[in-house]
């Protein structure tokens, strides 16, 4: 399973504090992230936005990219089932999250390090939970182990 156990200090002597990279559809998760915002709805500030014209975009290689420059976890945020401006960008990206899931319990960073999550463009709380509860369940894994290797 490989995922970390604690919230723990990090080895550094810091609290540690997931890297979070959020790849958002341009019609909805983005614009509900930017809705956040300006409804001055908190969310981790670790968490960065990468833009996608729609999640059917999402590349499996930039993913695990971000795991291997240290990202501690990865939320896709798609369009709502059924909604996808392009029918089934959003399907696709789900097939390839659950593959990605797959491939990171095998080499024992744990799956839960990257997840999936569907919205509107109006569903800014939606977007603020999703970030927190991702944030909150990698920071129970622990830091990315490719991380430490580098960091410390
Ligand atoms: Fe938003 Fe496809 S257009 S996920």
Redesign the pocket.
Known sequence: MGAGNNTQPAECGKEFQPEIVAFC????AYAAADLAGALRLSYPPNLKIILLP???RLDMLEVMHAFERGADGVLVA??LEGE???RT??LN?RRRVEYVQKLLEQIGLGGRRIQMVNMSSAMGAHFAIAAAEITAEVQSMGPNPLKMMVLC
Do not use: K, P, S, V
């Not at 559809?25 to 909805?28: D, E, G, L, S």
């Open positions: 559809c341009n019609f909805c729609c999640t059917g798609g369009c996808c401006h392009f960008g959003n990206a």
